[in-house]
């Protein structure tokens, strides 16, 4: 079992910059990669970014957020979302999932963010 515990979220202004944060803890040894996603009021949920755990640790993002939204990862294991020139059309709840070996996905209880026009 992987537990997710995201921060971060927040209410900012179109054009401000926000750093959202998950924490991974339990089997992250089993750990292939996390990604972010996030849910709009009366939409889907979707695909924000991802990055793998392997040595390229190479990354993917949506074309909703490409050029202003970067994901990192910390040595212990904490995925960040470094989202900086944010639009309206940003806010919703942002999730974090954990995909393991054994090809389960967990996922995080969500952190608001609000982006005001």
């Known amino acids: 079992q992987v537990q997710l515990v995201e921060s971060g979220g927040g209410l900012v202004q179109a054009g401000d910059s926000l750093r959202l944060s998950c924490e991974a803890s339990?089997?992250?040894?089993?750990?292939?990669?996390m990604r972010w996603f996030r849910q709009a009021p009366g939409k889907e949920r979707e695909f924000v970014a991802r990055?793998?755990?392997?040595?390229?640790?190479?990354t993917s993002y949506s074309d909703a957020v490409k050029g202003r939204f970067t994901i990192s990862r910390d040595v212990n294991n904490t995925v960040k979302l470094q989202m900086n020139n944010l639009k309206p059309e940003d806010t919703a709840v942002y999730y974090c999932?954990?995909?393991?070996?054994?090809?389960?996905?967990?996922w995080g209880q969500g952190t608001q963010v609000t982006v005001s026009s």
């Open positions: 339990g089997r992250t040894f089993n750990i292939r990669g």
């Open positions: 990055i793998t755990f392997a040595w390229s640790g190479s």
């Open positions: 999932a954990a995909d393991d070996q054994y090809d389960s996905r967990y």
